[in-house]
């Protein structure tokens, strides 16, 4: 979870249910507090998300697997890795072979 990411993503669903609710409900009063509570939910939510997050990895740690081991060997596209690092592909020769 990557924080201004979220936070922007988060602004605009804001700003999106506010919208929603003041046409819904006619009052800019109501669709106020409407929002004030959504966001508290998005945020107790993130919140948890994270606390998750850390309680994951502090599991990993704990096992005695190193943090990259574990997220290669849960991802599902980890067979598709090369074990090449990013910048060493324009050192690489071209080639067809």
Not at 16 to 37: D, K, P, R
Not at 64 to 74: C, D, F, T, V, W
């Amino acid at each position: 979870m990557y924080a201004p990411r979220v936070f922007v993503s988060m602004t605009g669903v804001l700003i999106v249910f506010a919208v929603a609710a003041y046409f819904m409900t006619g009052s800019a009063y109501t669709a106020l507090i409407q929002t004030l509570i959504c966001a508290v939910l998005l945020q107790a939510g993130y919140f948890i998300g994270v606390l998750y997050l850390v309680r994951r990895e502090k599991k990993l740690r704990e096992g005695g697997l190193p943090a990259e081991a574990a997220s290669a060997k849960s991802s599902k596209d980890s067979s598709r890795r090369d074990g090449l690092r990013a910048d060493a592909a324009p050192n690489l020769p071209a080639g067809d072979t």
